[in-house]
């Protein structure tokens, strides 16, 4: 049809058809061209982040090489097994120095990833944060401990990629907020961690920096889209990070690596200055929180977090502190409980840990009462996925123009890109069969 119209243009205008082929073929070969270059220009970014990266790595390791060689004798074992709040307190009474734990962090960190490849980039300032902690009058609650942050929340003078190669050529130019109270607080910030991309991801691969694996099992995943963090910590590379969550990229790599996570509530710590590949999706906010081996690890950082500071930075963020009374108090508690909401299927292993947490608090003198979550379906199906692709997954597909989408996103992405019509029809024909998988395909048709 297009042939035969083209045809008869080229008879009424008295066009050469040779002249009209050499054109055509000469317009096919410009566009051979112009996406050959482009392609080009996306992996000359990716091999400069690479080539970055290493240098970052080949830099922490000549420290920690020279710093080895300075202090033989440090026990490093001894350190690393430390549990938070006995480190924290050694670091506070002076028993142990900033630079020794730091150093004995960076060492476990370079192992680590060598093996997991879950650090994005070491953060070469930690030594600079480490003279100025010592400088600071009052010690903070963090007071030199070494702490790892996921790809994108900002640190000055790094990049925040979500794993995208259109993030790569912007240079963060102040800290987050998190990242000023936690250097405030004592902390040091030696690592930023790797990610899925465009962070939507229950894996932790991008294009960029390769494949995040489990630390136990390196055929297995170690979550996202905090992954990184999760392999870090898991691996025993760093005590404490930051990770964030909107649908569970914070719980899942905890649960994967065997770690310990909170997702606060939403806009109880600050977002400002932590990038998302996506803005505007306001009815499912994302959450900022901390991820460590042990429940105490966590509250000691919340409670660090939650101080005037963190207040005064971002004026959106209620000003309520930590509440001690409440944490440490042993009244007995009554306590909700399920093992299934009726819509995410759960494994033994799972309802096993519900279980024996649940005995646990019984023996503790706590009430538990069983109930089932409502309108499970109804929320994530209307509530959830059709509140997050309300454009039908558009402003999702539009960061990945001009990049290479990662192997583990190509189904998500293909299922984005059916038309309207054409997901509307597919969630009708396999409603029988599959409600979950039509249910999904639905709310991508968007709402009209």
């Not at 008295?14 to 996306?42: H, N, T």
């Not at 606060?264 to 959450?287: D, F, H, K, Y």
Request: charged share 20%.
């Amino acid at each position: 049809m297009i042939q035969h119209q083209l045809r008869q243009v080229l008879l009424e205008r008295k066009v050469d058809p040779s002249a009209a082929l050499v054109l055509l073929c000469g317009s096919a070969a410009a566009v051979v061209v112009w996406k050959w270059l482009v392609k080009r220009q996306i992996q000359k970014k990716m091999e400069e982040a690479r080539r970055t990266q290493d240098e970052g790595v080949k830099k922490m390791a000549k420290a920690v090489q020279q710093f080895r060689e300075q202090v033989p004798s440090v026990q490093t074992d001894a350190i690393l097994s430390l549990p938070l709040l006995e480190l924290a307190e050694r670091l506070q009474e002076g028993s142990l120095s900033p630079k020794t734990v730091l150093y004995t962090y960076l060492e476990k960190a370079l192992e680590v990833t060598q093996q997991t490849n879950c650090l994005r980039h070491f953060i070469p300032e930690c030594e600079e944060q480490l003279q100025e902690i010592q400088r600071q009058r009052e010690k903070g609650l963090l007071y030199g401990i070494p702490i790892s942050i996921k790809d994108h929340i900002g640190h000055k003078g790094h990049l925040s990629t979500c794993g995208l190669v259109q993030c790569l050529g912007t240079v963060v130019q102040e800290d987050s907020v998190l990242v000023k109270v936690l250097k405030r607080q004592g902390a040091i910030p030696f690592a930023m961690t790797n990610v899925p991309q465009s962070l939507f991801n229950y894996d932790c691969s991008n294009p960029i920096f390769g494949q995040t694996l489990n630390p136990f099992n390196h055929q297995k995943s170690p979550g996202g889209s905090s992954g990184g963090e999760g392999a870090l910590i898991a691996g025993g590379g760093s005590i404490l990070g930051i990770g964030s969550d909107i649908g569970g990229s914070i719980r899942l790599p905890s649960s994967f690596c065997g770690l310990c996570g909170l997702k606060p509530t939403a806009e109880r710590l600050s977002l400002s200055g932590a990038s998302s590949p996506v803005s505007g999706i306001l009815a499912v906010p994302c959450a900022l929180g901390p991820m460590a081996r042990d429940v105490d690890s966590l509250a000691l950082c919340m409670k660090a977090l939650l101080c005037q500071e963190m207040f005064q930075l971002d004026p959106t963020v209620p000003p309520i502190p930590f509440n001690e009374e409440v944490y440490s108090s042993s009244a007995p508690l009554r306590v909700g409980y399920y093992d299934t909401d009726g819509y995410f299927p759960l494994p033994p292993c799972m309802r096993r840990a519900v279980r024996e947490t649940r005995e646990a608090l019984q023996a503790a003198r706590h009430q538990l009462v069983p109930f089932s979550p409502p309108g499970i379906h109804y929320v994530m199906t209307e509530l959830f996925l059709k509140t997050f692709f309300a454009d039908g997954g558009r402003a999702w597909l539009d960061v990945f123009t001009g990049d290479i989408v990662d192997p583990n996103l190509k189904s998500q992405v293909n299922c984005c890109k059916i038309p309207r019509l054409g997901k509307k029809l597919l969630a009708l024909i396999l409603k029988p069969l599959f409600p979950r998988l039509a249910d999904y395909l639905s709310a991508l048709g968007g709402i009209r």
